[in-house]
């Protein structure tokens, strides 16, 4: 709701006399009396930063309220921070994803006393990600307006359930970021850090009398929850809402959003609720008059802004003329207002009131519409002077009367509106310019070219379209201006505003807005959820300039980032739509990209759905690859009826894409469909020629042939393009999948790498070389093929390792299937069975080797050897590259980090697991360990460890997220919770900041600003940190140091980063040691690792050092072979039998058993 007087008048008629007195005094804040409370910080602060909750959940103690990813940050009183500075109580909500249709909203409800009242609350609103602050202040400034989104609200509920009807409502909008009070830099930073305050210049009414003129000065702004809590703690960004209770009343106080904007942001602190007076008649006449007044004043701002605003093609005399409406419209409102005031009737008031509402509402609306009809007259008059189609006379002819009858209106009445006569002009306007593109000669398929409606369609200033050529030998699309077709000077591709220093800005006239309504303007909209998102920005790539996502985190769970714009002024008829497209991401995880049409009925057309490396076949490299312009994708819709002259145009991806060369064609009302689907076809058999096997041409060929011509009208032409759509998207995934098929190359290699396994392999070999002649030879036996061939590969190295066991039953088992596998192809079902059989025998050589006969459960026998890459130190990632782990498997969101000393990490991330599976083990007890930590939330605090405490250990803290696991393949399952970080009592630091080389900022107290850091002992003063050498300036206790938390008069130290985690566990080992003990029953497949239950925003899970240890079991006095059981009390004593049971003297070499015992006989 806008104002908060809107349903005021429903409450009139309850006016009598109370039954009892309010308590509350006037004029100070009464919220405290009234049971309004604020973020407990004595209480743990488990939300913060939690991004996981979809559900309503409580923020704190005392409000409550629903959204994803909102819940930013927290700051409590006296949260000790930067270099010592103390915060004070803030939070925030950062829009970072959207549930369904929930937006994010939190409140208390009260019970309050008839009165009235002022809310006040200090709050701050972006209305723009933080990479466009400045963009969204210069618009804030240049306008005095912004997308009013935030809102203070309060409802009046007809119960004390906050979800009970709403009575009553009044809301008033957050302050916009740029309504900066402060001239102080309060939140600053030895750095460039995003958390300190940004600036800006505004001229101030403060006159100065030497220069005459009025004074400039920088105002300051918070860019972090830190930053607003500073500003709040010096008074500024109050927001205040009167509201007026006419009876005893349940109020739900809070914050709320009204719209999704990308990565906007608001911050809140303190609240207060001052009591003005019990509602008498005389109050609330007194508080009409006041909602009158503002509602003038808003109106009579408006009629300025309007006033004051420029055009380019709008003289001046017109724009006057609106102002003067408005002010005619403001003297009427003062006459009855007049009226009221004589009656003093508050039904008059509120009639008065209302239509002040309704005319700011109709001159916004109205000023907005100025600059579209602008807009649409330098648009159509650089199409009179940039083109030449028959029309051309008679266009400049309608042009100019229209702009001239426009101009020369200098008065309006309550019969002649100045919004209804704009929206006449510019219908008038867009016929013109229809009527006259279509009198350009249609091309060889009907299509009349459109573009010129379209608002900068290659994302660059007119002067600067690009054109079709040749460049290397491939057709491309490139960039007029010299400067900017250098590709290899540029570098790469990248944010546009990053590049353009020293060159021709040549997009300087283009802005991606975040307002849904505008028109012939391009606009971002983010309709998705559970992804971390920039928004769109001009982005230079392949030697055009397009939109593009800066960056985000991965695929979307559902819905797509979109570019868009509205399209106005198109004759009646037919369009279809054209854009170049290239798409980032990775295709077999379903990422997708394409361009759409929708008109006013919601009827919509898209482009067949492309997908990253596909549409470019025939290279190898397709996707974010600077030098290859050709990488560019042609995309086209279908065509699509317009009946109101109004278009929805766009691109749309569930990952990174960039957009650029929209294209829109007209057909008139009756399309040449036959054309169309010629043309269509003709595109769908050049795309596949890249098909290679039997089967996908013909599929292919079989939807071609559906297409019988010719056809009439446009029912059949949907059809037929749904089969030619079918074809291509059928292509594509074949074009996947023959990039994966590498099956031949696996087998070559084997061969290469082991000639005696050519017998075993050549089958397979041979089956995948002619893969694709056979007549019903598809794509989809790639994938199985694929997957045959790594088994191979993964037997054949099981094959070689079995072969160094000097074992009887071994060999005659490699034997028996070398014997198969050389005779025909095995399945991959086959190949895991023939691994498992050589699995069990071999851990039981191994178990045996390693002494396991000998273990008890005082003495275990270290098996860690069954292990793959139990320490990580094969396949270790550098730096921060995330990657996956040799011998492991991660089903958790974007694997693992691993640097620094081979520990690995899992941060904030999903839920699942980490781990590896081991065939075949042999029946016993044993017990699996890890050092490893968790911790539940973004960091330690003294409030989690003092709940630890309390809850007395991992199996009673309610935040045991994490464990180290075992599951068998008989179905058991084995866990026990890791450590929490809070378990940790450490008091002596192992990770602490030591600065070897810095440099001084000698504008604050000759700190060092940018540090080499090393570790501390036990390493050495002067090792530095691998692949760390430089951090911005910290405070000790910040990260990647130590945190150090306070506990009942006690330091604690806690690691926070990777190596941190390695330094403190090098001391103290034991401290981090996770176990758990298991049992496998027979033959058992087993799972072991770490796994995760739950999602929990930057939680954090490091481990390393996997051991595996035997404790006890049968196997060496009853082994299940399968063919002869051999154990002490069927062989003789002093007898030496082999594993099948066959009785063998001293020259047998390999595992024996004598005495009831297994040994090896060398």
């Known amino acids: 709701m806008r104002k908060l007087y809107t349903l005021i008048l429903a409450f009139v008629a309850s006016m009598a006399v109370w039954a009892q007195e309010s308590a509350l005094p006037t004029g100070v804040n009464v919220a405290g009396q009234l049971g309004m409370k604020d973020f407990d910080s004595s209480q743990p602060w488990s939300l913060k930063g939690d991004g996981s909750v979809k559900e309503n959940r409580t923020f704190g103690n005392y409000w409550t309220g629903q959204g994803i990813n909102f819940l930013f940050d927290y700051i409590t009183d006296g949260d000790n921070l930067y270099d010592g500075r103390e915060g004070y109580t803030a939070a925030g909500f950062y829009g970072d994803g959207k549930i369904e249709d929930d937006l994010p909203e939190l409140h208390q409800v009260l019970k309050m006393p008839a009165g009235y009242y002022t809310i006040r609350v200090q709050a701050i609103y972006r209305d723009a990600t933080g990479q466009k602050t400045g963009e969204c202040i210069s618009n804030y400034l240049k306008t005095n307006s912004y997308k009013k989104n935030a809102w203070v609200y309060a409802d009046i509920l007809s119960s004390s359930d906050p979800n009970s009807e709403v009575v009553r409502d009044f809301s008033k909008a957050i302050r916009h970021m740029g309504s900066a009070e402060s001239t102080e830099n309060l939140c600053t930073w030895p750095s460039d850090d995003w958390r300190k305050d940004g600036s800006f210049k505004r001229i101030t009414d403060e006159y100065d009398e030497e220069t005459e003129e009025y004074v400039e000065k920088t105002f300051y702004y918070p860019s972090s929850i830190l930053g607003a809590s500073m500003h709040f703690k010096k008074g500024y960004y109050w927001n205040e809402l009167d509201i007026l209770l006419t009876e005893d009343s349940y109020v739900k106080i809070g914050l709320k959003k009204t719209d999704y904007i990308v990565e906007d942001w608001l911050c809140w602190g303190g609240w207060e609720i001052i009591f003005n007076g019990e509602p008498t008649e005389d109050v609330q006449i007194k508080f009409a008059q006041q909602e009158y007044t503002r509602e003038k004043e808003e ?103 229209i702009i001239s009858e426009i101009n020369s209106k200098a008065l309006f009445d309550e019969e002649d509106r100045p919004m209804e006569f704009c929206q006449a002009e510019f219908a008038k306007l867009a016929k013109a310019r229809g009527d006259y593109l279509d009198t350009q000669e249609a091309d060889e398929n009907g299509a009349k070219d459109f573009t010129a409606v379209i608002n900068h369609p290659w994302f660059v200033n007119d002067e600067y379209e690009p054109v079709y050529g040749e460049e290397s030998g491939d057709l491309a699309w490139s960039l007029q201006e010299p400067t900017w077709q250098d590709r290899s000077a540029l570098g790469g591709p990248g944010n546009y505003s990053s590049k353009k220093e020293d060159r021709t800005d040549i997009a300087s006239d283009v802005t991606i807005y975040i307002d849904k309504t505008v028109k012939n303007q391009w606009y971002e909209n983010m309709d998705f959820t559970d992804a971390h998102i920039t928004g769109m920005v001009l982005y230079y790539q392949a030697g055009l300039v397009g939109a593009c996502d800066g960056w985000h985190s991965n695929a979307f769970g559902s819905g797509s980032e ?196 050519e017998d075993m392999v050549t089958p397979a070999l041979n089956y995948a070389s002619k893969l694709g002649e056979g007549e019903n030879d598809t794509y989809k036996l790639i994938d199985a ?205 192992t990770f602490t900041r030591v600065a070897t080389a810095f440099e001084y900022d000698e504008e604050n107290n000759n700190e060092p600003y940018e540090t080499e850091m090393t570790t501390s002992a036990p390493e050495g003063e002067g090792e530095d940190i691998p692949s760390v050498t430089k951090w911005t300036h910290v405070a000790l206790g910040s990260y990647p140091f130590d945190t150090q938390v306070e506990v009942d008069g006690t330091t604690y130290c806690y690691p926070a980063s990777m190596y941190g985690f390695y330094q403190c566990w090098k001391q103290f080992p034991n401290v981090y040691l996770n176990k758990v003990r298991f049992e496998v029953k027979e033959d058992e497949t087993i799972e072991i690792g770490l796994r995760k239950n739950v999602t929990i925003s930057e939680d954090w899970l490091i481990f390393d050092d996997f051991q595996l240890k035997y404790l006890s079991g049968d196997i060496f006095k009853n082994r299940a072979t399968g063919i002869v059981d051999a154990n002490a009390n069927q062989v003789k004593k002093g007898a030496t039998y082999n594993l099948a049971g066959q009785k063998v003297d001293a020259s047998y070499r390999g595992i024996v058993i004598k005495d009831g015992r297994k040994m090896i006989q060398k």
């Not at 005031?341 to 000023?367: A, F, G």
């Open 299 to 401: 109106l009579e701002a408006l009629k300025n802004k309007i006033a004051n605003s420029k055009f380019k093609y709008l003289n001046n005399s017109f724009v006057q003329a609106i102002a003067s409406a408005v002010d005619d419209d403001i003297m009427t409102s003062d006459d009855a207002y007049n009226d009221a005031e004589s009656s003093k009737s508050l039904d008059e008031y509120m009639k008065v009131i209302k239509n002040e509402t309704r005319l700011i509402e109709y001159y916004e609306e109205n000023l907005q519409f100025l600059g579209h009809l602008d807009f649409l007259i330098g648009k159509s008059k650089k199409l009179s002077e940039n083109s030449e189609h028959p029309g051309l006379s008679d266009f400049i002819a309608n042009l100019n009367a």
């Open 562 to 757: 979109q570019i868009c714009q509205n399209v106005l002024g198109l004759p009646s008829g037919y369009y279809s739509l054209k854009a170049l497209l290239r798409g980032n991401g990775d295709n077999w995880n379903g990422e997708y990209h394409n361009i759409f049409a929708t008109n006013s009925l919601g009827e919509t057309v898209t482009s067949p759905v492309g997908q990253p490396d596909s549409e470019y076949p025939n290279s190898a490299e397709y996707g974010w690859n600077e030098q290859r312009p050709y990488a560019y994708v042609e995309h086209k819709t279908g065509i699509i009826h317009v009946p109101d002259g109004q278009l929805l145009i766009g691109g749309q991806s569930s990952m990174v894409a960039n957009y650029t060369g929209f294209r829109l064609f007209f057909y008139g009302e009756e399309p040449p469909v036959n054309n169309l689907i010629a043309e269509d076809i003709e595109e769908v058999k050049k795309a596949a020629e890249v098909l290679t096997f039997k089967g996908d041409k013909a599929y292919v060929e079989e939807q071609i042939a559906k297409c019988v011509l010719p056809i009439e009208g446009t029912a059949m032409f949907e059809t037929y393009r749904g089969y030619l759509n079918s074809a291509r998207t059928y292509i594509n995934a074949a074009t996947i999948e023959m990039k994966k098929f590498n099956a031949i190359d696996t087998y070559t290699a084997i061969v290469a790498d082991n000639p005696a396994a």
């Open 785 to 989: 093929a694929v997957k045959t061939a790594n088994k191979y590969k993964e037997y054949i190295n099981a094959y070689v390792d079995a072969q160094k066991y000097d074992d009887a039953d071994i060999k005659q088992t490699l034997a028996d299937q070398k014997a198969a596998i050389s005779q025909k192809m095995q399945t991959v079902e086959q190949l895991t069975s023939y691994i498992s059989d050589l699995a069990r025998p071999i851990k039981v050589a191994t178990l045996t080797a390693l002494g396991a006969a000998d273990a008890t459960e005082a003495s275990p026998v270290d098996v860690t050897s069954l292990i793959v890459n139990p320490t990580f130190e094969a396949g270790n990632q550098s730096q921060w590259d995330k990657g996956t782990t040799t011998g492991w498997t991660s089903t958790i969101s974007s694997q693992t980090n691993e640097y620094s000393r081979g520990n690995v990490e899992i941060w904030n991330q999903g839920n699942g697991s980490f781990s590896q599976k081991l065939i075949g083990m042999p029946a016993g007890i044993y017990e699996l360990s890890c050092y490893a930590l968790y911790r539940d939330n973004t960091a330690v605090t003294a409030d989690l460890v003092k709940a630890y405490n309390e809850a007395g250990g991992e199996e009673n803290w309610a935040n045991h997220n994490a464990e180290l696991f075992v599951k068998t393949s008989l179905g058991n399952d084995f866990a026990s919770y890791v450590k929490g970080i809070e378990a940790l009592k450490n008091t002596t630091p």
